[in-house]
């Protein structure tokens, strides 16, 4: 059986560098919907939400004097909607269908009622996110078609597109920038000069396809949140090429969303579970994987290093006469330690710890090497926890948000070469 050290720093289990007793607080439940939820733009402006859902209705739930939220507009689409995009300065609603279509609705002052203003029937797949970037006067779509399609939003023309190599699944709009995810882990940087797309770079690190992408302008930071079960900032603003892993989600991650003023990162899975991450928390790079032929602790061959297997006389299935003349039973899987990166045996790797420094809130494997230098020098290794953890109703699995704008996204393949990202090809995005 693997052991586990260094479970919490001085047997404490509350301590945590967002306070002892940090936790959520649920403050409404709204229910009504008949169907999934496939997304929600919260208003800064007000306590209100719009929702949208597979019963193809969007939904404008309001606060009202009795502490309830009632719907204030309830307005059904021909077929379900999937993206939704709400701009409070100009009250301006942008939706996006299943069969491709991306809708423009104007929503009254009263926020009783909408009007559709136009649609463009765009994509040749389902519509995941939509954009209005107001100073620009252009609309962003992007679907599971793999286009990227952007439109005058006064005189509906089209200004642009891009294809990307997989169909995309979410989107983030801070212009000159673009960063789109896609099916297969991927995230396309891309550039407008004008209304021309330069594609900067391609961050590969996830092994899942990008279910939610979060923007944080001020740091520069980009969040991808994966079905990987893997949340991944990327320290873009830093010019330095560096990815952190934060990994405390065991299912599928579906969406991600960034409180910058308050410096907190918020994840949610299908389990229900959400995790609010303190940013100001120190991180770590985790180190990429190494290769070897043999355990870089103990030197024993791994199963396809027949040669070593020989010279050191060890026969996968040894016969009963021989086994005493130093023949030895061999079959060794390759594994890594997390904190280091070494390739190691599974007899050298036995140990496991959580590591909240390389984002590493669920317990993961260690080498002997590195568990010898935590029991000796505990103060050097920093153990404090860095989230606090919500478990909703487990019936009922948290949704991908497409805009959570009330709180104003590495994998085994992508380790073993480290990220796909180098400090050459970093972006620095010049605000």
């Known amino acids: 059986m693997a052991a586990t050290i260094n479970s919490r720093p001085n047997g404490s289990p509350q301590a945590s560098t967002l306070g002892e007793n940090a936790k959520p607080n649920l403050l409404y439940k709204i229910d009504g919907h008949v169907a999934r939820v496939n997304g929600i733009h919260l208003l800064s402006k007000e306590e209100a939400i719009w929702t949208i859902s597979d019963d193809r209705s969007v939904r404008l739930y309001m606060k009202r004097d009795n502490d309830q939220f009632w719907p204030s507009i309830h307005h059904f689409m021909p077929v379900p909607p999937t993206a939704v995009s709400f701009n409070e300065e100009t009250d301006k609603l942008l939706v996006g269908l299943l069969n491709g279509t991306v809708v423009d609705f104007q929503v009254a002052e009263d926020c009783n009622s909408m009007e559709e203003k136009r649609k463009w029937q765009l994509h040749a797949g389902p519509v995941t996110s939509v954009f209005l970037s107001l100073a620009q006067e252009l609309v962003f779509s992007c679907a599971k078609d793999k286009q990227v399609f952007w439109h005058c939003s006064e005189t509906a023309v089209k200004m642009g597109s891009f294809v990307v190599e997989h169909s995309c699944t979410c989107m983030v709009v801070d212009l000159p920038f673009v960063f789109i995810g896609d099916q297969g882990g991927n995230v396309s940087v891309l550039r407008l000069t004008g209304s021309a797309p330069q594609l900067i770079s391609k961050l590969s690190a996830h092994t899942g396809s990008i279910t939610s992408l979060a923007w944080d302008a001020a740091k520069q930071q980009l ?209």
Request: glycine share 6%; aromatic share 10%.
């Open 223 to 431: 969040f991808s949140g994966s079905a990987d079960n893997l949340v991944i900032m990327w320290d873009i603003g830093g010019k330095r090429g560096q990815a952190y892993e934060l990994n405390s989600h065991k299912v599928r991650v579906n969406g991600v969303a960034v409180a910058s003023a308050a410096r907190r990162l918020f994840s949610v899975d299908d389990s229900g579970r959400l995790v609010c991450w303190d940013m100001d928390a120190p991180r770590m790079e985790t180190p990429a994987w190494q290769t070897s032929d043999t355990c870089q602790e103990c030197n024993a061959p791994f199963f396809w290093n027949v040669s070593a297997m020989w010279q050191m006389k060890v026969c996968p299935f040894p016969p009963p006469s021989l086994i005493l003349f130093s023949f030895q039973v061999v079959g060794l899987r390759q594994h890594h330690c997390r904190t280091c990166g070494h390739a190691v045996c599974n007899s050298c790797c036995s140990h496991r710890t959580t590591f909240p420094p390389m984002g590493f809130e669920l317990p993961v494997r260690i080498c002997k090497s590195c568990q010898a230098k935590m029991a000796d020098d505990p103060s050097k290794f920093d153990l404090l926890i860095v989230i606090v953890l919500f478990q909703s109703d487990p019936s009922r699995s948290l949704s991908r948000s497409s805009n959570w704008r009330h709180f104003t996204t590495s994998s085994a393949n992508a380790r073993k070469t480290g990220h796909c990202w180098s400090e050459q090809n970093c972006i620095h995005l010049g605000y």
